[in-house]
Nanobody, 125 residues
Framework: EVQLVESGGGSVQSGGSLRLSCAAP????????MGWFRRAPGKPREGVAN???????TYADPVKGRFTISKDIDKNSLYLQMDSLKPEDTAVYYC???????????????????WGTGTQVTVSS
């Protein structure tokens, strides 16, 4: 069974930063499409950022220039550096992975089969 484990969520004031981590099996970090998704209260899940096996990244418009997705194969981890956080970034954040044919296209994540349990991010104004 594939396990993805997120960490690094928390509460921060508007303008602050947080770094999310997702621990995953080495073969997934190395060879799969991986992404960060979020679900805000009362809203559907949305894609935040993806990174493919070659390290090519894609970002949702609301987070471009503020969030950075990256991975460290040696540490078997995916990261999401979140800067200039806004109250509207408040959500449960999930990491996901799979052999997605179009990793460069952000979706709500229904093509991903491997998911973490989520970590809460709360941004106060």
């Amino acid at each position: 069974e594939v396990q993805l484990v997120e960490s690094g969520g928390g509460s921060v004031q508007s303008g602050g930063s947080l770094r999310l981590s997702c621990a995953a099996p080495a073969y997934i970090v190395r060879g799969y499409c991986m992404g960060w998704f979020r679900r805000a209260p009362g809203k559907p899940r949305e894609g935040v950022a993806n990174i493919n096996s070659d390290g090519i990244t894609t970002y949702a418009d609301p987070v471009k220039g503020r969030f950075t997705i990256s991975k460290d194969i040696d540490k078997n981890s995916l990261y999401l550096q979140m800067d200039s956080l806004k109250p509207e970034d408040t959500a449960v954040y999930y990491c996901a992975a799979d052999r997605v044919p179009r990793c460069g296209i952000l979706t709500a994540g229904y093509e991903f089969n491997y998911w973490g349990t989520g970590t809460q991010v709360t941004v106060s104004s």
